[in-house]
């Protein structure tokens, strides 16, 4: 099956479920940032978490999620957009931990001591941002922290992830269920107990639990309406266009010398996707005469 996200409401309009798989997402990203088991790990949750929250921007809004932790994986960063793009990169990426009660331990690996970072760019002049220490380094009950605590949103969050014999990931997803206004308890505390009755998240996508019959499990209580289903991917939106600017902006005595120093050119990487882009010494040269046309004025240069 491939990645989706399925968005449902409850027919009283007091809940709101969102729910994807994500294995080729979290595939394709460990596979291009060569991540540990315990990396994989972590970086699956952390991703599947950025593309359920997808699901609450619009248009051209984005959002970031960073996570940052006195474990040995050191940090998380996950970026989403509302089209269900999906990127990010770990800081050690080689950070490996043994089983903790025989389960891979992501907990350790993030560190219970440190902050979880929400950046929405929202399309105004600056981006709104809210931040909480990390509660427990499990990815999910530290998401549901940030919107108990950031957002005041009651929300239940689970992401997981099971593994194939080789290392890579056999299936990936996860929910996201939160309590809109005005509240109802008794819907809570029917959908709390469901998720508290439900099998492991893990096993449930090993079975190949698709993520409507996750939420069809969650709401089984609680009469809902499906909204949407989309796809979720892994998807980078650097360019070589974007690597132009970048290097603009180191002037033109910098991008001489550059260009003195390394006849070949300079090649670049993206740290999202690891796409590599090319700069010969005539490309720079052309920067230059770019920087120089717009302090000149001399457009005929």
Known sequence: M??????????????????????????????RHRTSPTASAAFAR?????????????????????????????KILVEADADGCVRGRVGNPDADLPFKDGHI??????GSAGLLTVIRDLGL??????????????IGED????????????????????FNTDGTIAAAGGFLIQSLPPANDS???????????????????????????????????VPYKILSETPVAYKCNCSRERFERGLLTLGIDELKKIANEDPDGILTKCEYCHEQYEFKTEDLEMLVRVLVRAQTGDYNF
């Open 125 to 138: 002049k600056e981006p709104v941002s809210g931040t909480v220490h990390l509660v427990s380094g499990e």
């Open 105 to 110: 331990d992501v907990a350790g690996s993030l």
């Open 2 to 31: 491939s990645d989706t996200l399925v968005r449902i409401v409850s027919e009283a309009g007091d809940l709101r479920g969102i729910a994807c798989l994500s294995t080729d997402l979290v595939n394709d990203a460990c596979s």
């Open 143 to 162: 998401l549901a922290y940030y919107f108990a605590e950031s957002e005041q949103i009651p929300s239940a969050v689970g992401v997981g992830a099971c």
């Open 46 to 74: 952390a991703l599947t978490g950025g593309a359920l929250m997808s699901a609450l921007v619009k248009g051209d809004q984005r959002l970031a999620i960073k996570f940052e932790g006195n474990g040995p994986i050191q």
């Open 187 to 221: 819907s809570i505390e029917s959908i709390t107990a469901m998720i508290n009755a439900m099998p492991p998240l893990s096993t449930m996508l090993k079975d190949g639990q698709t993520p409507e019959a996750i939420l069809r499990h969650i709401f089984a209580e």
